[in-house]
């Protein structure tokens, strides 16, 4: 168990160690690079069909008993969230070997990429909420570097923008751990869970409960703190977009899920009721602003503010079942996401802009791509059988179930919405008319060679496979989805695990 | 530029700065002190050689390239929390031993320590990495 849990972040934190004393060779890190990724991934694994087996497992770190020192713990969604989280950095790593340029892979991307995957599992495993606060400044500062590295001029406007309103996210919650840790005494979750249910005074949790939304709320994009996102996700190389489209509002996302089941319960009608009209709203502007623009990646972005929403949708219904649909989103989303992220590279890299009146004719030009972006688009906008539909149709369902009739037909409508702007990427660069090759300004595409090539459509293929196989194969998903709810709903097990784990 | 007063103070300084570090290195296993704040002060020493001989003379005084002080650094302290995890114990965990010196006397030495050194490798490695970049960038 102890291993089990730890390797998760000692793995990518080994390979960075590596990929810096192999500074010099490009090979090396990018060997190291690979196979970092690779054993990550397989742990990940592991670690889910230990904790599917066995139930939360959990590690005191330096033999500190629970509530004293820190916790490392994996409950289902914490181990469901680490596979994901490996998956997207190995088929994002194997993407970047074909993509990203010499200059940034001189300057420490494999390193770098390496410590934002550790603060990612970090931020999943830990069992303390000041250790959480610490893995997201890991994965912050490295995305930073990620952000910035190359010094192009809309990079570093991006990620100027970036860097401000995450330390602000930052502040937020440094502030709400200290008056949470001046109240309850302790910062690990579990005990707080404990006292959670006997809060003396459920106004000022409540009140708490809200900077924790606020500083969560900015890391996830929500309405209206999420405008951040789209100023900075298409400035860096699409291998980084990639990665930070699948995890990093995720990673916010998750934290939402985890305090406010475990934390902050006391009143879900003002809590949770507020977090519902959040989503909605979050929704309908995030689809609002890709139907406005016309470059790939801005939409691309647009569209995970969007999706954030049905995310956050389900913690604020409130039910198992529509918590099991958020995990289900969760799971389709980063897939699909990171999917049409790396599409968009390779429409970039054949056609030379990110503009959709210029990538005309694709389908053409490219088939292979064609299917891929066809799989994806069509599962973020839900269209059956593939993964978005399911995921949509759990949320849908239990809104009607609890008669939440609003936000059922918000869902629907802004389901509508995103496809119809998925069907503007598809008219406009798949279908469309090829752009006349004597255009100004016009950069020259550079066809890729076979091995390049092979970098860049195999990790494509494996995520497109896994949308479908979830569409076709929703069973066990779901049942995984449901079983991680049961656990967050109920969390008796993980504060029985945490607390009484001993060495 | 160079500044007789700045060269010379710098060569008396020196040595006694990085006894201070180590000095806070070692004092901060039970007092104020540690591997960060003494991390600080020889990083702080080799700022001072930069100011007086300039970048390229300090990079040939530290030979190696801060950046593997930094990987090393990160390394050892890494390798001090897996002694927890090879000895059956969670990550992280203490573990002492004794290296015998004669006499009946004998050196206490543990992982804190070590994970201590990693830290101050690390403070070393990247303050350096970044204020030798911005000297060069000069």
Redesign the interface.
Known sequence: M??LL?LPI?IP??T??AC??A?RSRTIQRIIGVSGAVGLLTTALILLTTVWREGVIA?????WPAPFGIT?AADLLSAIMTVLGSLMGFSVIIYSLGSIDRRREAYGYYPFFHLLLMGVNGVFLTGDLFNLYVWFEVMLMSSFVLLALGGEKPQLEGAIKYVTLNLISSAFFLTALGILYGMAGTLNMADLAVLAKEAKYPGVATTLSMLFLVAFGIKSALFPLFFWLPASYHTPPVPVSAIFAGLLTKVGVYTLLRVFTLLFIQNPGYTHTLILALAGLTMVTGVLGAMSHNEFRRILSFHIISQVGYMVMGLGLFTPLAVAGSIFYIIHHIIVKTNLFLVSGVAHRLQGSFELDKLGGLSHKAPALTVVFVISAFSLAGIPPLSGFWAKYVLVLNSLQIESYLIAATALLVSLLTLFSMAKIWAGAFWGEAPSDNEPGRIEPSPPDLLTKVALYAPMFLLAGLTLTIGLMTEPFMALAVRAADQLMNPAPYIQAVLESR? | MKSVILTTATRYLMPMLLLLSAFLLFRGHNLPGGGFIGGLVAAGTFILHNFAFGVEETRRLLRINPLVITAVGLLTAMGSGVVGLLAGNPFMTGHWITIPLGKGQGLHIGTPVTFDIGVYLVVIGATLTIILSLAEGE
């Open positions: 102890n291993t730890v000692l934190l080994a960075a160690v810096l004393l500074w590690s005191q770190l330096g033999n490392l060495p």
